[in-house]
C-alpha cells in the first residue's frame, strides 16, 4: 500500500462548479497535510495546510481532514479554467520531521 | 525576491559520468530539501538539511547519490557514475526552520531535467 493515495484523474468539471479532490494516507500517526498546485511543466506550489480535523477555508479552497478515516480533502469552489492542474496531496508521516511524502497528484480539467 | 533558483536547468550526460545539480534557497531559508520527480508522479524525497546538517538522507537510491551544503545556503547534490534509470527531474525546495507541524510548507525551485543518455 502507497503512503499517500490519490485517484489519477483527469477529474472534469465545467466552470462554476465545485471540484472534489481526495487523498487517502496509510500512516495513522501523520499530524500535517498538505495539498500542492502543479501546472503542466511548471514547479509545484503550496495552496493549503491543515493540521486539524475539520475544515479550513481559504478563498475558494476548503481543505477537509478526518484524521479517523485517514482522509484529507480539497474542494474548489467557483472552479476556473485557471484552476487546471495536477494537485498533490503531501503528507508529514509520524517521526518525519519535515519529510513530506507525495502523493502522485490528480489532474484537474475545468472545462468552459 | 528572488525565489529558490537551480542550475543547470537541463543536464545531458552520457552514462557514466558524473553530475552535480545546484541549488540556492530563498535567502534566508534554513531548510533545503532534495526531491526527485519522474513524469506523472508526485515529488520523491530525497534529502534534506537544517542549516549545513544532513538531517535525513533516507530517500537517497543508493551510494552513488550525495549532497552537501557546507556553509548552510547553496547546496549540490551530486550523482555519480550516472546510469539512465537516473534520468529524471530533480527539485529542490526550501523552508525557513519550522518546528512542528509546518514543515511542509516549502517553496520550490524550477528544477533540473537530467537525462543520462
Known amino acids: 500500500q502507497k503512503e499517500v493515495e490519490q485517484n489519477s484523474g483527469p477529474l472534469s468539471v465545467p466552470e462554476g462548479a465545485i471540484a472534489s479532490l481526495n487523498c487517502t494516507y496509510s500512516?495513522?500517526?501523520?499530524?500535517?497535510f498538505f495539498w500542492y498546485r502543479q501546472y503542466s511543466g511548471k514547479s509545484p506550489e503550496l495552496i493549503m495546510f491543515?493540521?486539524?480535523?475539520g475544515d479550513k477555508e481559504d478563498g475558494r479552497f476548503t481543505a477537509q481532514l478526518n484524521k479517523a478515516s485517514q482522509y484529507v480533502s480539497l474542494l474548489i469552489r467557483d472552479s476556473q479554467p485557471s484552476d487546471s492542474a495536477t494537485y498533490l496531496c503531501?503528507?508529514?508521516?509520524?517521526?518525519?520531521?519535515?519529510?513530506?511524502?507525495f502523493g502522485a497528484g490528480t489532474r484537474l480539467a475545468v472545462h468552459p | 525576491g528572488a525565489g529558490v533558483s537551480q542550475s543547470p536547468r537541463y543536464k545531458v550526460t552520457k552514462r557514466g559520468q558524473d553530475v552535480a545539480l545546484r541549488c540556492d534557497p530563498i535567502?534566508?531559508?534554513?531548510?533545503l530539501y532534495w526531491y526527485r520527480q519522474a513524469l506523472g508522479q508526485g515529488p520523491e524525497f530525497l534529502t534534506y538539511?537544517?542549516?549545513?546538517?544532513?538531517?535525513?538522507k533516507s530517500g537517497l537510491p543508493n551510494d552513488r547519490f550525495s549532497a552537501e551544503r557546507p556553509e548552510g545556503s547553496i547546496s549540490t547534490l551530486t550523482i555519480q557514475r550516472t546510469e539512465q534509470r537516473d534520468s529524471a527531474m530533480y527539485r529542490c525546495?526550501?523552508?525557513?526552520?519550522?518546528?512542528?507541524?509546518?514543515?511542509?510548507?516549502?517553496?520550490f525551485g524550477p528544477g533540473t531535467r537530467l537525462t543520462v543518455t
Open positions: 525546495a526550501s523552508s525557513p526552520l519550522f518546528l512542528g507541524p509546518r514543515g511542509g510548507e516549502q517553496y
Open positions: 500512516d495513522r500517526g501523520s499530524q500535517s
Open positions: 491543515i493540521y486539524s480535523n
Open positions: 503531501a503528507v508529514i508521516i509520524s517521526g518525519g520531521y519535515n519529510k513530506l511524502i
Open positions: 535567502s534566508g531559508h534554513v531548510s
Open positions: 538539511f537544517n542549516y549545513e546538517a544532513q538531517q535525513d
